[in-house]
Nanobody, 127 residues
Framework: QAPLVESGGGSVQAGGSQRLSCEPS????????MGWFRQAQGKEREFVAA????????FYGDSVKGRFTDSRDIANTTVHLLMNTLQPEDTAVYYC????????????????????WGQGPQVTVSP
């Protein structure tokens, strides 16, 4: 079983909202930075958002700033990505990730900082 289990995703019309959740499975990530990345068909995986171990620091990709909100439940390290005002260009497979070495800082934006990944639910936004 994947160390991170994601829920949410599916289809939505443009302008709508969705929330993705990512819950640890089989291990804890209490002191881990957690990130979200997405990969559209035919494109490279890109950074979406990241949150520090205590929720005190967040980063967002330029294309989602002001529309997406990253949060985490400190008690069980579940992270949530609330996506508002979705557009067709947001269509992608969304992956959550956890770092075994990073708790906070600018490095949270880099894919190479993460070594545990979720299964990646599909989010499809129709015009």
């Amino acid at each position: 079983q994947a160390p991170l289990v994601e829920s949410g995703g599916g289809s939505v019309q443009a302008g709508g909202s969705q929330r993705l959740s990512c819950e640890p499975s089989g291990r804890t990530f209490t002191h881990s930075a957690m990130g979200w990345f997405r990969q559209a068909q035919g494109k490279e995986r890109e950074f979406v958002a990241a949150i520090s171990w205590n929720g005190g620091m967040t980063f967002y990709g330029d294309s989602v700033k002001g529309r997406f909100t990253d949060s985490r439940d400190i008690a069980n390290t579940t992270v949530h990505l609330l996506m508002n005002t979705l557009q067709p260009e947001d269509t992608a497979v969304y992956y959550c990730a956890a770092s075994s070495t990073l708790s906070t800082g600018w490095g949270m934006r880099a894919e190479r900082s993460y070594d545990y990944w979720g299964q990646g639910p599909q989010v499809t936004v129709s015009p």
